[in-house]
T-cell receptor, first 110, second 113 residues
């Protein structure tokens, strides 16, 4: 049973436009949600997180939105840049146990 | 550079063998986490240590074990290796035990032949 789901395996966006990456979860007991970016042959890089008591967190070009009633979170990247091309993982944390989705491959085209 | 160091970067070994993967967390981080990423799977949580004590356990096989030493570095021991154990093994560390912002190492790619 997959507790964290990223239903889009890939997403292609034009440079300068908005990228929206989506994630759904099933366990209402998660207390933190995180987004990671991963390049091939490298470890995941932390991007941004949000506590379950908030509904939005912003850091530069990255904004994470949390909709607890829908058990849904999204990562917005504005404006998208070619260097953002990577696999993005959504993760949910409960008492230290970080559960990852399977990732969405973002391609930003010049 | 995340500050988390994993060695070795690559490891090739035969079935039935035993290997040890090493992780040095970021300076000041007390929590260490181990994850496995297979070809067709996402990142699977294996185990967490906080300040030397096991804190959380995920999908870790009985053939696998880990420990965190007084200097906070951690080792993941994989024994009786099978072909299906071939994967990328990541270590991550964080200051707190709740994993609100974990930093990952570059991973160890294990190939079992």
């Amino acid at each position: 049973d997959q507790q964290v789901k990223q239903n889009s395996p890939s997403l292609s966006v034009q440079e300068g436009r908005i990228s929206i990456l989506n994630c759904d979860y099933t366990n209402s007991m998660f207390d933190y949600f995180l987004w990671y970016k991963k390049y091939p042959a490298e470890g995941p890089t932390f991007l941004i997180s949000i506590s379950s008591i908030k509904d939005k967190n912003e850091d530069g070009r990255f904004t994470v939105f949390l909709n607890k009633s829908a058990k849904h979170l999204s990562l917005h990247i504005v404006p998208s840049q070619p260097g953002d091309s990577a696999v993005y993982f959504c993760a949910a944390s409960r008492q230290g146990n970080l559960i990852f989705g399977k990732g969405t491959k973002l391609s930003v085209k010049p | 550079d995340s500050g988390v160091t994993q060695t070795p970067k690559h490891l090739i070994t035969a079935t039935g063998q035993r290997v040890t993967l090493r992780c040095s967390p970021r300076s000041g981080d007390l929590s260490v986490y181990w994850y496995q990423q297979s070809l067709d799977q996402g990142l699977q949580f294996l185990i967490q240590y906080y300040n030397g004590e096991e804190r959380a356990k995920g999908n870790i096989l009985e053939r696998f074990s880990a420990q965190q030493f007084p200097d906070l570095h951690s080792e993941l021991n994989l024994s009786s290796l099978e072909l299906g154990d071939s994967a990328l093994y990541f270590c991550a560390s964080s200051v707190d035990p709740h994993n609100t912002e974990a930093f990952f190492g570059q991973g160890t790619r294990l190939t079992v032949v």
